[in-house]
């Protein structure tokens, strides 16, 4: 059974994270949000929190309203959980 994600986000927290915020994956194709998930993706890959992170979310309830305090991509996955498609504003 091959590994259903890029063989460069195995090593990042981005897919768990973007769960618990309530962010889809799958509307990374959507050209509108592409550029967003690019940037969450690009930040993820080359943050220095990783232990930090893994360990929040080992701790974090399942849903979450925030990303931590210090995530990097913090900001691009506020306007991420805000933009989702079918989300009434």
């Known amino acids: 059974m091959s590994d259903p994600l ?17 962010i889809e994956p799958s509307a990374s194709v959507l050209a509108s949000l592409g550029l967003r ?9 080359g ?3 990783k232990p930090a ?13 925030f990303p931590p305090r ?6 691009v996955l506020f306007e991420l959980q805000f ?3 079918g989300l009434l504003h």
């Open 6 to 22: 890029p063989r460069d986000h195995r090593q990042t927290h981005i897919w768990d994270m973007m769960l618990r915020l309530g």
């Open 47 to 49: 943050c220095t929190c």
């Open 70 to 75: 210090f995530c990097p991509g913090a900001d």
């Open 37 to 45: 998930y690019a940037a969450a993706f690009h930040l993820c890959e």
């Open 83 to 85: 933009d989702q498609p």
């Open 53 to 65: 992170c893994g360990d929040w979310l080992a701790r974090a309830p399942s849903e979450v309203n």
